[in-house]
């Protein structure tokens, strides 16, 4: 359960297809749904994002590789949810990490988290992870 204040961390993709708009979003301080709103399955954990909250953009690393690449870190200032895709508004603290690889915990689709420092088994995987 969050404690009053506890900063959120979330984990979300930013390959559309075959195109990756990483530098896109970061450039525009955006991070954007590739789905629309109405459909995309991810909407509930991007519901829960806050102001204040940390975001990073990730990329599998294909194969069967268990690891994802971190390739973007921000705070998240505010989401628009009344587009045709979800739109959460972000400054980009770190827009362009290169050789930062992580343990997957299975965070290949699209959005994931919340995931929490107060639980004991994400804090080692979130410092390591969002470490600026």
């Known amino acids: 359960m969050r404690k009053a204040n506890e900063i959120q ?14 530098n896109d979003f970061t450039k525009n301080g955006i991070w954007k749904s590739g789905f629309d709103i109405k459909t995309d399955k991810n909407i509930s954990v991007i519901e829960k994002m806050s102001p204040g909250d ?6 599998g690393l294909g194969g069967r590789n268990p690891n994802i690449s971190i390739r973007a870190i921000g705070i998240v200032k505010g ?30 689709g699209t959005s994931h988290g919340p995931y929490l420092k107060s639980k004991n088994n994400d804090r080692d995987w979130i410092n390591e992870a969002f470490s600026l």
């Not at 961390?9 to 990483?22: C, E, I, K, P």
């Open 9 to 22: 961390y979330f984990l979300v993709g930013a390959t559309w297809g075959n195109h990756d708009n990483t």
């Open 54 to 59: 940390r975001i990073a953009i990730k990329r």
């Open 79 to 108: 989401i628009d949810l009344t587009e045709s895709k979800a739109i959460v508004y972000v400054d980009w603290i770190l827009p362009k990490i290169k050789n930062r690889t992580v343990k997957s915990k299975g965070c290949y």
